[in-house]
C-alpha cells in the first residue's frame, strides 16, 4: 500500500477527530452508592439479551483509533508488571464470608494479550488496551521501602515501612479483599509486622472503605493506629452520596456496568481499574490530619510533606512527597487518564484550574527530587525526565481543558458547541496517560462551562425547554409519526451516523413508551455507540441503556449504600437535611409541625420544623411550643437508619420517650417520600 499523501493525511485527521467525537471519547467512585450497587449487580447473571455485532461504521471508527495511537509503545506493559513480588493464585478468586465472590478476576480471563492491537470488533482499542494492562495483580516493589497491591479493587493500595510497622495507603474498597490481601500477599512477603499508620488520600470509599480488615477496634481505640486524612474528610466522605444517594447510585448502576455480562460485548474494564470489589464497606473516623500545603508529619519515622488538593478530583484530598524515599504520591490528581472533571454518576463538577494548579505545586515543590510518582490508580512513573514529563502532561491537559472551554465561551460558543469542537492537541492527545478511559474530553469540557457559567447556554430557546416526554409527542408529530421517523432513522443507522438516530428515536420513545421498534432500534444505536467508546464509563453507559431498552429493568435487591460506620459518622445535621429532601412539598403543603429532639448520649439538642412545605431546625434550642418532644439516644437514631428497627418498637419498648402530640408527629412521616432506587432512565 503506498504511503498517504498530505491531504489524504489532513483528511483522514479530520474523519478521526470527526468520529472520536461520535464515539464521545475525544481524549473518578466511585461513590459508595456506586460500590454499593455493584453488590446488587454481581450476585445476579447478568445479560443484554441478544447482543449485537459490530457494524462496518463501528468497525471503520475503531480502526481510525488503531491507526492513530501507537501500539508498539511497550512501556506501560513494562511498568505494570515491574517489581512483582507475588500475585494471589490464578484465577483469582477473593470470597465474603457467605462464600459469594469479593473479588473474581477469571470473569474477565477473555481480556488478554501485550501491547499489540489485538482488541475485538466490538471494543474500542485504546480501551482494549487499558484493559489488558488492568490485568496485572500482586504485591509489587514501587522503591525499596514502598510497595503498591494492585488488581484486586478499583483502585490501588500502597504500604510504606516505617521504623516499627507498616504505614497503609488507601486500603481498598472492602474489608474482604484488604483483609485477604494483608493475609495472603503482604505477611508471606513483607513479613508480620504492625500496621501503624493508615492514610486515606481522599473521601472517595475506593481509598478507604477496606479499612477495617486491616485494624481493630481496639487499636483505633488505643491509638495504636492512627487515621490520617485530609482536612474535611468526614464530612466529604459521609456527605458526597446521601443528598442525591439514590439518583447518584442507580445512574452508577450505569456507569459501572454492574449489571452487564463480562465479555466483549459487555464490561470490560472500569476505566480507573478492571471493576469494584464487592464486600462490606466501612470507615474509620480519622484521628489526624493534612491540613495545609508544606505541613510535616511525621508516621513511625517517615516524614510526610503535604500538597493540599481540595476540591479537585474529590472534595477532600491531598498529595504528599516522602523525601526519604523521593517518591511523590499523587493521590487521584495524577493517573494514567483523563479524569473525570464531572462523574457520570453524578456529583460536583471538579475544577480543572485548581486541578492544573496542585500539579504544578508538586513540580515546584518536588520536581527536581522526586524519582518515582504512585498514585491511587494504575501503576507508577519512574526516572525523574519521566516523572516531570508526565506531570507537566498532566498539569497541561486540565490547564488546557478549562482554559480553552472559557475562551471558547468568551466568544460566544455554547457548551455543546465547545464539546464537539474542542480536541486536545496531538502532544497530548498521543500520550497514553491523557486517553479518556474515564473521563472524556467532551463531558469534562462540558462540566467546566456549568462550572463557570451554569447549566443554561444563553439561547432562549434552552431557558424552559419542554420535558422530554411532552417534547418527544411534539418532535413525533412534526416528523410525521413514528412509523415515518423510525424508517427514516433505519437509513441513518446503516450510514453509521448513531448520535443522530440516537436523538430521533429517544423522542420515539419517550412518546411512546410502548414502542417495541423504537426502542429496540435505539438499543442497537446505543450498542454501537458503546462498542466504539474509548471511555469505560461511556461503553456502560450505552450498553446498560441497551440491556434496559431490550429486557426492562431488573428487579434486583436495592443496594444500601450506606455503611454502618458511614451512618455513625454521620453529622445529626446532615441526617435532617435529608429529612428535608424527602419531604414531599405537595403533602406538607398548608401544613405545620414542630418537634424537640433530644439525643440522650450526645448531648445535642434540636428543634425541628417544617412550614411552608419546607423543613427548618436549630440547634441547642428546645421549643415549649413544639408539637411533641423526642427524647432517645444517637444510637437508636443510627439503629433506624440502618433499618434494624423502626420509631414504633422503640417507643414500644421503651427506649424512645415520646412527650406530647405523638399523632403529629406520625402525621411528620407521612409526609417523607421513599425513594425506588430501580427507576426508569431510558424510558419515560
Not at 418527544?472 to 450510514?495: C, D, I, P, Q, T
Not at 448520649?601 to 434540636?606: F, G, I, Q
Not at 421503651?654 to 424510558?683: A, C, H, P, R, Y
Request: a negative charge.
Amino acid at each position: 500500500m503506498s504511503e498517504p499523501d498530505d491531504a489524504t493525511k489532513a483528511s483522514g485527521r479530520r474523519a478521526f477527530l470527526k468520529n472520536v467525537a461520535v464515539a464521545g471519547v475525544a481524549t473518578t467512585l466511585p461513590g459508595a452508592v456506586g460500590e454499593a450497587l455493584a453488590q446488587a449487580g454481581s450476585s445476579a447473571t447478568p445479560t443484554t439479551g441478544a447482543s449485537k455485532p459490530a457494524t462496518a461504521a463501528t468497525i471503520a471508527v475503531n480502526k481510525q483509533y488503531a491507526d492513530f495511537l501507537s501500539f508498539e509503545d511497550a512501556q506501560d506493559f513494562e511498568d505494570a508488571k515491574r517489581g512483582l513480588v507475588a500475585t494471589l493464585p490464578e484465577p483469582v478468586i477473593i470470597k465474603q464470608p457467605n462464600g459469594t465472590p469479593a473479588w473474581d478476576l477469571q470473569q474477565f480471563a477473555f481480556v488478554s494479550g501485550g501491547p499489540e492491537n489485538n482488541s475485538p470488533p466490538t471494543v474500542n482499542p485504546s480501551l482494549w488496551r487499558n484493559a489488558k494492562l488492568n490485568m496485572n495483580h500482586g504485591l509489587f516493589t514501587v522503591v525499596d521501602g514502598i510497595w503498591q497491591v494492585r488488581g484486586y479493587d478499583l483502585s490501588v493500595m500502597s504500604i510504606i515501612r516505617g521504623d516499627h510497622g507498616y504505614i497503609v495507603v488507601d486500603p481498598f474498597i472492602t474489608t474482604d479483599v484488604s483483609s485477604a490481601v494483608w493475609k495472603q500477599l503482604v505477611i508471606p512477603h513483607l513479613g508480620d509486622k504492625p500496621i501503624t499508620h493508615v492514610i486515606y488520600t481522599h473521601s472517595h470509599v475506593d481509598h478507604y472503605g477496606g479499612v477495617r480488615g486491616l485494624v481493630s477496634d481496639d487499636d483505633l481505640k488505643s491509638g495504636k493506629v492512627q487515621i490520617v486524612a485530609p482536612a474535611g474528610f468526614t464530612e466529604a466522605a459521609v456527605g458526597e452520596n446521601i443528598i442525591a444517594g439514590n439518583a447518584m447510585g442507580r445512574r452508577a448502576s450505569y456507569m459501572y456496568g454492574s449489571l452487564l455480562p463480562r465479555s466483549p460485548t459487555g464490561i470490560v474494564d472500569g476505566g480507573l481499574g478492571k471493576t469494584t470489589s464487592v464486600g462490606t464497606i466501612t470507615l474509620a473516623v480519622p484521628s489526624m490530619f493534612a491540613e495545609k500545603t508544606g505541613q510535616k508529619l511525621t508516621l513511625d519515622g517517615v516524614e510526610l510533606v503535604v500538597l493540599m488538593a481540595p476540591e479537585s478530583e474529590a472534595p477532600s484530598e491531598f498529595m504528599f512527597y516522602l523525601p526519604k524515599y523521593k517518591a511523590f504520591c499523587a493521590a487521584e490528581d495524577a493517573t494514567h487518564t483523563l479524569h473525570n472533571l464531572y462523574t457520570l454518576r453524578g456529583a460536583k463538577v471538579r475544577d480543572a484550574l485548581l486541578w492544573s494548579k496542585y500539579l504544578q505545586s508538586s513540580l515546584d515543590m518536588f520536581g527536581d527530587d522526586m524519582q518515582v510518582v504512585f498514585a491511587s490508580h494504575y501503576w507508577p512513573t519512574w526516572g525523574n525526565d519521566r516523572v516531570v514529563a508526565f506531570l507537566r502532561a498532566q498539569r497541561d491537559m486540565y490547564r488546557y481543558m478549562h482554559d480553552q472551554v472559557l475562551r471558547m465561551a468568551n466568544k460566544g460558543m455554547t457548551p455543546l458547541e465547545i464539546g464537539e469542537a474542542i480536541r486536545l492537541p496531538d502532544s497530548l492527545a498521543k500520550h497514553w496517560f491523557c486517553r479518556g478511559y474515564y473521563g472524556t474530553v467532551y463531558h469534562d469540557a462540558v462540566a467546566q462551562y456549568n462550572l463557570r457559567l451554569g447549566f443554561f447556554d444563553g439561547v432562549p430557546a434552552n431557558l424552559h425547554r419542554l420535558p422530554p416526554t411532552e417534547a418527544g409527542k411534539r418532535y413525533v408529530e412534526f416528523m410525521g409519526g413514528s412509523a415515518a421517523v423510525l424508517s427514516k432513522a433505519h437509513g441513518y443507522f446503516n450510514k453509521g451516523d448513531y448520535r443522530w438516530v440516537a436523538e430521533v428515536v429517544n423522542h420515539v420513545v419517550f412518546a411512546e413508551p410502548q414502542n417495541t421498534a423504537a426502542k429496540q432500534l435505539l438499543a442497537d444505536t446505543y450498542e454501537q455507540l458503546g462498542y466504539q467508546s474509548e471511555s469505560a464509563s461511556w461503553r456502560n453507559f450505552y450498553l446498560t441503556g441497551a440491556m434496559e431498552l431490550r429486557k426492562g429493568i431488573q428487579q434486583l435487591p436495592a443496594p444500601q449504600p450506606q455503611s454502618p460506620d458511614t451512618i455513625q459518622a454521620m453529622p445529626l445535621d446532615m441526617f435532617l437535611d435529608y429529612l428535608g429532601i424527602r419531604l414531599n412539598g405537595d403533602r406538607a403543603a398548608g401544613k405545620t409541625a414542630e418537634f424537640n429532639l433530644n439525643l440522650t448520649d450526645t448531648k445535642e439538642n434540636y428543634v425541628l420544623g417544617v412550614e411552608n412545605s419546607a423543613l427548618h431546625y436549630s440547634r441547642n434550642k428546645n421549643s415549649k411550643a413544639a408539637d411533641a418532644t423526642v427524647t432517645m439516644t444517637r444510637a437508636n437514631l443510627n439503629a433506624i437508619m440502618m433499618g434494624k428497627t423502626n420509631m414504633q418498637k422503640l417507643v414500644m419498648a421503651g427506649d424512645v420517650k415520646v412527650d406530647g402530640n405523638s399523632q403529629k408527629l406520625g402525621d411528620f412521616v407521612s409526609w417523607l417520600d421513599t425513594f425506588d432506587f430501580w427507576f426508569n432512565i431510558v424510558t419515560p
